[in-house]
């Protein structure tokens, strides 16, 4: 509590092995409550696999992660969400087959739990809940700039708009904290532009955000804070400004985006 | 509009007896009412969970066994040289401790198999199945074996101001079916409209997406097991005490196949599917025996079965409404359709 923010998510000495692939080692760091971190590194440097691990989908091979004080360890992905740490896919970010209406009724899950036989007998606060829940999802369907598409099934949409659903369906778990992961991959520059706008929105409501990205000016403008990966490893960790003047960091992975900016 | 059809068709149902009086007919529409509450009960596993119960027939099977048993009473020597007797209770008791008992075993297989799911599912399904028929089988002191369970009673309720009332009729079991099957028909369309269904559905769709919004795997689909099991089971139960015998050919594998067919004919995951399913399935054998031979009676309910899902490949129920609302909403589309074509465009392949 010295610092400027109490630390929302702690990830200590987190180590994965696929058979004798070193996919993270040694990975330390922490998220601020309210902060947007940004984690990056060329392909395969183990940032979904990060993801993975922090949201409980990967066990590690040694190492813990706790979120406001909670270990993480163990614990099953659908536990990890119902202490409103979550999550978005790099691909599979919808349900197909459903309405993007009936797609937040089902990421609603969360706020919707009543009791079975209430729900069989449709008793009263079954209903009062199903209608806030239909609220809710019309009100999101509205956040997120769908309203004409909210009858079509997910499937049918485009990929910007995929991922669109893909972000309110995680807004709608009542996230304390969202991981996005490559959340503009796909979009065109209006469409990241708009997003950046919606992840500000969504920070400003007081949720902490950790981002994969690869779109580095979408990075640079939206991030208080930025962690590099490569080879599995951390190799430098500040905010934007440093980050684009870190020779090590240049040299792994900006190349080619510093030469150009 | 859905509801009109439903009360619509319920009270078509409702009228059969009082206009229909081929006793034969009627007798086979009660058969065809009770394996289409467990088609219902399977088609909530497969259409609305993805999970494919090969067994199905054990829940039944075993609404059937300790209805009948409640029912009739036993008396069996236990290991140590106890004895456990039983008196006869009540059929509707049974009926009741069917439910029950069913759920429980939809529970403890559900719990033992939903940790792996899919193909194992079906192998644990299957196995349970055969394990319960030999056990109906062989252990003869409490089933009778292949001696079967005879006269069982028939369920008796009683009705306020009439007193009670013995189903013995044929008039009396087809409205106790009716019955039965609009309350697991609502219960089952109350449930997969909840949230309940909804994370069914979600774990269907897209597992990983789904457990990331906090639905719980084991839980959701454990659930959808023992709701399954126990409406298999008050299917069972209604079986054993309209027939009034039961012995272990109860069990067999046929039986699932026919369930599986209702369901995946009539349109899985849609909730009127198993009941027209049902329907064509069950009655086509009795349709079919005064017209023809009866190595070519199987040859046509095979040969429907294939034209039904080369047609209609979803379902009947699910391809007739695709049909019916895309011919409803064509004008409307002629005007969408191409943004929606350079939309879709844009994605990678």
Request: one cysteine or more.
């Amino acid at each position: 509590m010295t610092t400027a923010r109490a630390i929302a998510l702690n990830v200590e000495q987190v180590a994965v092995r696929f058979g004798g692939l070193v996919a993270l080692s040694e990975m330390n760091f922490t998220v601020g409550e309210g902060e947007i971190v940004s984690l990056i590194g060329p392909n395969g440097a183990g940032k979904t696999t990060a993801f993975n691990v922090m949201t409980g989908f990967l066990d590690p091979a040694h190492g813990r992660v706790s979120y406001r004080g909670t270990a993480l360890n163990g614990l099953k992905p659908h536990q990890i969400a119902d202490l409103g740490l979550i999550r978005t896919f790099q691909r599979t970010s919808v349900f197909p087959n459903d309405t993007v209406y009936d797609n937040l009724l089902i990421g609603l899950h969360r706020q919707g739990r009543v009791g079975l036989f209430e729900a069989i007998l449709g008793l009263p606060r079954a209903r009062a809940s199903e209608r806030r829940l239909r609220e809710r999802a019309a009100e999101l369907v509205e956040w997120v700039g769908l309203e004409r598409r909210a009858y079509d099934p997910a499937g049918s949409l485009s990929y910007g708009e995929q991922r669109l659903v893909g972000v309110a369906l995680a807004l709608a778990a009542e996230p304390s904290m969202l991981l996005l992961d490559e959340p503009v991959s796909g979009m065109n520059a209006s469409e990241t532009h708009t997003f950046v706008e919606l992840i500000r929105n969504i920070r400003d409501r007081g949720v902490t955000i950790l981002l994969v990205e690869h779109d580095m000016p979408m990075v640079m403008s939206v991030s208080d804070r930025i962690v590099v990966l490569n080879y599995g490893r951390i190799i430098a960790e500040g905010p934007p400004e440093a980050i684009r003047n870190d020779p090590d960091v240049i040299e792994a992975y900006l190349g080619q985006g510093a030469a150009r900016a | 509009m859905r509801a009109a059809i439903t009360i619509l068709t319920l009270a078509a149902f409702a009228s059969v007896p009082l206009w229909l009086r081929d006793p034969y007919l009627l007798n086979a529409l009660i058969t065809t009412g009770i394996f289409m509450i467990a088609a219902m009960s399977l088609n909530l596993l497969l259409g609305f969970t993805g999970q494919l119960s090969l067994g199905h027939i054990a829940f039944f099977g075993i609404g059937a066994y300790v209805s009948a048993l409640t029912s009739l009473g036993f008396d069996i020597g236990l290991p140590g040289g106890f004895r456990l007797v039983h008196e006869p209770w009540p059929p509707i008791v049974g009926f009741v401790l069917a439910i029950l008992v069913a759920g429980l075993c939809g529970y403890f297989v559900g719990l033992l198999s939903f940790r792996v799911r899919g193909a194992y599912f079906v192998i644990v399904t299957i196995s349970f199945a055969e394990v319960v028929r030999l056990v109906a089988l062989n252990w003869v002191e409490l089933t009778q074996g292949p001696l079967a369970l005879t006269n069982i009673p028939s369920i008796t309720i009683g009705l306020p101001g009439l007193g009670e009332l013995t189903l013995r009729t044929k008039f009396h079991n087809y409205y106790l079916v009716l019955a039965v099957a609009a309350v697991a028909y609502l219960l089952i369309s109350r449930l997969v409209h909840s949230h309940f269904g909804r994370a069914m559905r979600g774990l269907m769709e897209n597992e990983t997406l789904a457990v990331s919004v906090g639905i719980d795997v084991t839980r959701t689909l454990t659930l959808a097991a023992v709701i399954s099991a126990a409406i298999a089971g008050a299917a069972g139960s209604l079986y054993a005490h309209y027939i009034r015998i039961i012995d272990p050919e109860v069990f067999a594998f046929i039986n699932t196949v026919t369930m599986v067919i209702m369901v995946i004919s009539g349109g899985k995951g849609s909730l009127a599917g198993p009941v027209v399913g049902g329907l064509i399935f069950g009655l086509l054998p009795v349709m079919l025996r005064p017209i023809m031979a009866p190595e070519a009676q199987w040859i046509a309910y095979g040969g429907v079965l294939i034209v039904i899902l080369f047609v209609l490949p979803r379902g009947i129920v699910p391809s007739l409404a695709q049909r019916f609302a895309k011919r409803k909403r064509k004008a409307a589309v002629v005007a969408v359709t191409p943004v929606a074509f350079s939309e879709r465009a844009k994605e990678p392949a």
